[in-house]
């Protein structure tokens, strides 16, 4: 059957569904900054409200011990497969703002992009799954498939509270997969279909030295400054190579065999496009491993964040009391996060000068994912996208981490089709963050099909078992 | 002759005086932050509008390319000796904000001290001479030597505009020599006469990375993390033993024989004293020498602050473009800034990664200082402290810089008595700037004794010299 009237349907809605996403832009729900928890509720909020205007009319907003869910379900009579679509309304901090040439909450068309904090990651590929839900229950009355939406207020800081919602909510949540769309593209016009992500370790490390700041001339020589100390451990975290320096952290590294890196590599970008779209003119990294691989199947730590001492324009001689860090590692099969943790933090103890004092607290942590390319879900992900984008979405591993699609995966026993549908150069996380207007008319038409597309697969599934 | 008539002046007047004090440290005047040049430019003019009711009749604000310089001067008709008051009216950031008890601006007294930003550093200490000065004028209707005051206002940030006023002004500021008070005591009950300072070197490094911030899930293995390559190069300039790792850097360091060190050590703290005025449990720096060594003659590289990446609460997976680091030398005879700047460009340039490019930049530059301890404007300072306080001042070496001091040697061949009013916990540049108001009303006296002190030693030596 075709879904020509559906497609119709979101062309002839187009300037009504990009007003309605700049609203949802508009909302400055960061998740990290507490001063913002008022806007990430209201965003929550307006989420809802929208679902319960375009038919999910059980839509509501539920507490956690942090940012709130959206959560609503549409489930037929008879025994129809069901999906769960997942999606984050939180955003990333919009800092540094200087760098921003439209302000990060005022979402602004220039050209044939959206600009604005959150325009792609994720509430701009989050709501073309709203926009697909639309179309089929105002032209068609009816989905192909019962739906399950949780759209989450915490991704950008962790996920912290899903897990304990998930486990209460198994019943209101029981489906056969999931789909979410929270990924870059494979090239400008491939989308991606990712299967695996790395797991992520997030910890913030502190140096403690003098009581007070103290006058740099005054005690310059004789007080071990805690911003040295920090700059001193954080440098030893890494090779001459571009590794992890710390002992153990490669032990569990899953190594691939030669056949497997020939899948692997099959759909992979180019070192250069992955090049071009870090916007750097030299690669670093461990030797050995093309760019992909590095992000795909190895390791990484970034230190995310120093603070210490006077940032403030022209000079000022301090030496500061402490001196803080934000650092991360992303892990890959079969690294566990909490053993990581441990290694760190006796790689810091064995390092830590005896006259300062560190602490170092875990913000956040999540294990590495992987799915079976072979599954319905990601098949009708896959056929989806051929349809709407006219080419077979690019299979990869993903550098970054999702806690859900573990999450999902270990509580609920669900597969996971993670879609790409943000332009590589889409500066997520980054100042000027953008959504490509055309990509994402193609993606609004790939959510509609997917619908439709998952009831077929399910139903030869089902043929097949039968 | 008696000087108990202005002492009693002082006395009377104590309470006025504080609350004009209060009104002075009320004007926000950090000459780092561009955006207090207003209030900056508000706190000369109450100074100058100050003097002038005194009667400095002639006090005016003169502009310079930086923030204004306060002058004044008082000459009488005959051959007399002159003396040239030195003080800043500026002061160091106040942040971090949240670590005072009352806000920095809003001089406030609790117990037996006055806090707020500048209260000692140096609005407190310059202010002891107004009061001096118009303890003469208002008691006696003259004072026993001319003078002139050079208020500046750009000290906090290395006086980057006072060699061109000075050298521009020599007529104007034409003495004998100057006096300052501008430094710590020697211990809570004896002011301190620094007869050397170390000079200062202060610089900015940036790391320059990928074109934007990147996402370090997407791109985390693969880019060299602009902040990463700035820890690596922070963290080389140490060595293990805490000396500065800097080919070169000690060679012009001047070796003091046994017998100069003995001198040294004479009015010298105890390391004990030191560590406990820090705040520290365990001295750092380099072996061989007492912590008052390090400081006095030894020279010392301080990571002054570092900025890059997310630095909010939470966490953000951010790979910043740049990365920057504020850092400063301390340097002792005879070291020259100018080749330290080139010896550090050297090193950093040979350590710099392929993956991303440094900036460096000098941001003030003073060579270290030395004074004669029998001038007879150190004479007099001494003479002056050991009358207010019953103790003759410790002879000190300083480890901070004031390049006016560095400035009146060079352009008018002046030497400087530099006095320290200021009890070693006032906490100069840290949150919770103190004035001890029962010191500060001996450092008052002490400079009301001072021009009387000062119109007899020049006498003497005049006598000396025919």
């Not at 020509?4 to 729900?29: K, M, T």
């Not at 956690?64 to 769960?84: F, K």
């Not at 090779?239 to 490669?250: K, L, Q, S, T």
């Not at 065999?257 to 099959?266: D, P, V």
Request: with cysteine; glycine share 8%; hydrophobic share 40%.
């Amino acid at each position: 059957m075709s879904i020509d009237d559906l497609l119709r349907y979101a062309r002839v809605n187009r300037g009504r569904h990009l007003d309605e996403l700049r609203q949802f832009v508009a909302i400055p729900s960061v998740s990290a900054q507490p001063d913002h928890a008022g806007a990430v509720k209201r965003c929550a909020t307006w989420l809802a409200q929208h679902l319960r205007k375009i038919g999910l009319t059980n839509a509501r907003v539920v507490a956690t011990r942090g940012h709130p869910i959206v959560y609503a379900s549409l489930r037929g009579a008879g025994a129809r497969p069901c999906v769960l679509i997942y999606g984050h309304y939180d955003v990333q901090p919009a800092e540094p703002l200087a760098n921003w040439q439209s302000p990060p909450f005022v979402p602004t068309v220039r050209g044939d992009k959206l600009y604005g904090r959150g325009v792609s990651d994720d509430k701009g590929q989050l709501f073309a799954f709203v926009i697909a839900i639309e179309a089929w229950l105002r032209e068609r009355g009816r989905l192909p498939v019962d739906v399950v939406c949780l759209f989450e207020g915490e991704e950008e800081i962790g996920s912290p509270h899903l897990l304990e919602f998930v486990s209460r909510s198994r019943s209101d949540l029981r489906s056969d997969a999931a789909v979410m769309a929270d990924a870059i593209m494979a090239s400008p016009a491939r989308p991606a279909l990712v299967h695996a992500l790395r797991g992520a370790l997030y910890l913030e490390l502190t140096v403690h030295g003098p009581r007070l700041d103290l006058h740099s001339g005054l005690f310059g020589g004789v007080v071990l400054n805690p911003l040295q100390a920090l700059c001193e451990l954080l440098a030893s975290l890494h090779d001459a190579h571009g590794r992890v320096a710390i002992p153990g952290f490669y032990d569990r590294v899953r190594r691939f065999t030669h056949a497997e890196r020939r899948i692997l590599l099959r759909d992979a970008p180019s070192d250069a496009l992955i090049a071009h779209d870090a916007g750097i003119a030299r690669p670093w990294g461990e030797e050995g491993f093309s760019l992909y691989e590095r992000i795909a199947v190895r390791p990484a730590l970034t230190i995310n964040g120093v603070q210490g001492g006077y940032a403030g324009a022209g000079s000022k001689g301090v030496i500061p009391a402490s001196s803080g860090a934000k650092l991360s590692f992303r892990l890959v099969p079969d690294q566990d996060p909490q053993e990581v943790a441990r290694m760190l933090r006796r790689h810091l103890v064995e390092r830590m000068p005896h006259a300062v004092h560190g602490t170092l607290r875990t913000i956040s942590a999540a294990r590495p994912a992987q799915m079976d390319p072979r599954h319905p879900v990601l098949q009708a992900a896959s056929d989806a996208c051929r349809l709407a984008f006219g080419v077979r979405p690019a299979l990869l591993r993903g550098g970054g981490t999702i806690p859900a699609l573990h999450c999902f995966q270990t509580v609920l026993g669900l597969q996971t089709a993670l879609l790409g549908f943000a332009p590589t150069d889409a500066g997520m996380h980054a100042p000027d963050e953008t959504l490509h207007l055309p990509t994402y008319d193609k993606a609004v038409a790939a959510t509609i099909g997917f619908f439709d597309a998952y009831a077929r697969q399910s139903c030869q599934e089902r043929k097949q078992i039968a």
